[in-house]
């Protein structure tokens, strides 16, 4: 079993930056996807960077490219979620996932909730304009 405890989220106002952190405890595959998602009220939950732990290759959703950076420290269990220039858009609950198992490629890293299996509580981002 994983646990993925979330932090670092906080009130911003537009243009401002956060990062988020997850540690995760308990065994995760060295080569398992793992990603940052977040949700909003009313809102389904939508991935918004994945990494696959074994080389660090990465994909993003539109809405945050080139503003969002998900990286990786391996030895010490814990994803990072580096978020600039943020948005009131992005105001929402930010959890981090894992899935159960490894992949022997990065083709298959999605940002489809529904491929993973571990999740944290989440970390509140509010951005105000």
């Known amino acids: 079993q994983v646990q993925l405890v979330e932090t670092g989220g906080g009130s911003v106002q537009a243009g401002g930056s956060l990062r988020l952190s997850c540690v995760a405890s308990?065994?995760?595959?060295?080569?398992?996807?793992m990603g940052w998602f977040r949700q909003a009220p009313g809102k389904e939950r939508e991935g918004v960077a994945g990494?696959?732990?074994?080389?660090?290759?990465?994909i993003y959703a539109e809405s945050v490219k080139g503003r969002f950076t998900i990286s990786q420290d391996t030895a010490k269990n814990t994803l990072f979620l580096q978020m600039d220039n943020l948005k009131p858009d992005d105001t929402a609950m930010y959890y981090c996932a894992a899935t159960d198992g490894g992949f022997e490629e990065s083709a298959k890293l999605s940002l489809s909730p529904a491929r993973y299996h571990f999740w944290g509580r989440g970390t509140q981002v509010s951005v105000s304009s």
């Open positions: 308990g065994y995760v595959y060295s080569r398992a996807y």
């Open positions: 990494i696959w732990r074994r080389d660090g290759f990465t």
